[in-house]
């Protein structure tokens, strides 16, 4: 409504919203209010309730979904912004970067209230069996999804910008504006899932040792299949053109025209798969620290 956006300024629309939002907090409100605090007393007075599995599963569940809610309202709004760069319309441009913060502010603060309240529980009562493996699931998940939003937004990227150098005068190239955001947003849950979090964790006999678990092996080992795969792919299909091309070949998979243009898709994912390779092997080979070479 401040920003005079249409969709506020509507007759019905304002009053539908606020109608709807205000009878779900209204009716999820009290309901939270009643069990939270009843919980909370629960697990000052028993410490086998703060132990419990169960109470883990509930404090993940809500982390991942605001890790969800984050990460898309954060990619809408670095869309909008990218596009703003690109093609400057400032009325829908600051309706359309500021409809996704409010979504992103509660994300922020409910993910950073059930963190603390794990961190709590680590430090009381410590974490080791289902409680440890559940914190796991959510990190490396978390960071997984990252690392995949990362490749894929940094190769388009890069091929986006080899076709606007690349292009003939007077065509127009692609624009990255969603890639660059997905890139963004990707390496934002990679590396807080993946570096910064982890080393939060006490590093006592109450935690479970890191550099041994089943999990932190399973993710290393599937970035590093992700990586080795996009790499192969990237680079077979560049020899396949250039091969093609040397013996005469005008449209080798159907790709014609200039030779520079056409590599630009393999060569963007051999770049970035390659160096996720490099890196993975890295990390699979100190398993002591997440960012130790």
């Known amino acids: 409504l401040v920003l005079q956006a249409a969709t506020a300024t509507t007759t019905d629309s304002l009053r539908n919203t606020v109608s709807f939002s205000t009878a779900a907090a209204l009716v999820g409100l009290p309901v939270w209010l009643v069990h939270w605090p009843w919980i909370g007393r629960s697990v000052r007075n028993d410490p086998q309730e703060r132990a419990s599995t169960l109470r883990r599963l509930y404090l993940y569940a809500v982390l991942a979904g605001a890790t969800l809610e984050m990460a898309g309202s954060a990619r809408e709004a670095l869309f ?15 309706d359309a970067i500021a409809r996704p913060m409010p979504f992103l502010l509660i994300g922020v603060g409910v993910w950073l209230a059930h963190w603390w309240s794990t961190a709590t529980d680590r430090a009381l009562i410590g974490e080791r069996g289902g409680s440890a493996t559940l914190r796991r699931w959510y990190l490396y998940g978390a960071a997984f999804v990252g690392l995949v939003l990362l490749l ?3 190769q388009t990227v890069v091929e986006s910008l080899w076709r606007i ?7 127009i190239g692609p624009r990255p504006n969603q890639p660059a955001a997905d890139a963004l947003v990707g390496l934002g ?3 807080a ?3 910064a979090l982890p080393r939060r964790l006490p590093q006592t006999g109450h935690v479970e040792n890191e550099t041994t678990s089943v999990l932190r092996s399973v993710y290393l080992f599937g970035a590093l299949a992700l990586a080795v795969i996009g790499s192969l ?9 250039a091969v093609a091309r040397a013996v005469g070949v005008d449209q080798p998979g ?22 996720a390779w490099a890196y993975q092997r890295q990390a699979l080979g100190s398993q002591t620290s997440p960012l130790q070479p």
């Open 80 to 94: 909008s912004a990218f596009a703003s760069i690109v093609s400057p319309t400032p009325g829908a441009t600051a």
């Open 254 to 275: 159907g790709v014609s025209g200039d030779l520079l243009q056409a590599a630009a898709g393999p060569a963007s994912i051999a770049i970035v798969y390659g160096s």
């Open 233 to 241: 792919l990237g680079l077979s299909q560049l020899l396949y053109y």
């Open 189 to 191: 849950l990679w590396f």
């Open 165 to 171: 150098v690349a292009h003939a005068p007077g065509s």
């Open 193 to 195: 899932h993946w570096a």
């Open 152 to 154: 894929n937004g940094a």
